[in-house]
């Protein structure tokens, strides 16, 4: 099976904090050093060395709605997954864009067929517009593969909210099964914010190397309905 490039890629979860953002921040997921493009849930994978990937995402969510848009390069850069996320949030004519480093490090099971690895994820983010305290995001990011076709992966982790600095814990469960070569389903339940979150969507390769991701989501007790589309191009250095 393909290795799994769902780096969520951690701090794209973590919002500016006007009064839509907490349920933009679950409701547009987009954890920055984790899960390929843009689904809560990060695999404990890496890039291969020599290699870079970029992924980006737009989504909406909510009746005001809140839109988002993210990109985020990444490369690996000798044992570690250094990247650079980038956020738009709008909603009601207020605007807001964040943007942060990021370091993803395998440090169990490296290799695309381990039956079991783990990973440590973790960034930091900036509120460009209002400045302030910056956020963070940190991520235990573990993957087991029980088939060539099933992989499960689990997270547990914390977010500091840019601005307050507030903490606030992060954690989910998904599983990613693939019908072919081009084809996973996904389909994952994560809570960020204090918000429960449920998500299911698919990846669609258009090349080994390029591929579109869709999913839909409900959050919260009101079962909050949102969208995401989002594009991964992975490439080499050489």
Known sequence: MKKNRRRTTTIRRLRPQPAWLPA???????????AAGHFDVDDAGMLDPGQ?????????????????????????????ELGLGADRLSAQGVHSVIAGPQLKWNFHGPAAD???S????????FDLRRGGRAGGQLVLPVTWRPADSLQVHANLGADW????????PRGGLAAEWALDEKVSLIAERSR??????????????????????VSASRTGPGGVRGFVVGLNHEFGLK
């Open 161 to 168: 909210a840019t601005g307050t600095g507030a903490r606030t």
């Open 24 to 34: 933009a921040a679950c409701l547009l997921a987009g954890a920055a050093a984790q």
């Open 118 to 125: 783990a990973a440590l994820s973790l960034g930091a983010v």
């Open 114 to 116: 381990a039956p079991l």
């Open 192 to 213: 960020a914010s204090g918000v429960w979150t449920s998500r299911v969507g698919g990846r669609f390769s258009l090349t080994p190397l390029v591929s579109v991701d």
């Open 52 to 80: 870079c990937q970029y992924e980006a995402w737009w989504g909406r969510t909510g009746t005001e709605p809140v839109n988002g848009l993210h990109i985020g390069p990444s490369c690996r850069v000798g044992p570690v």
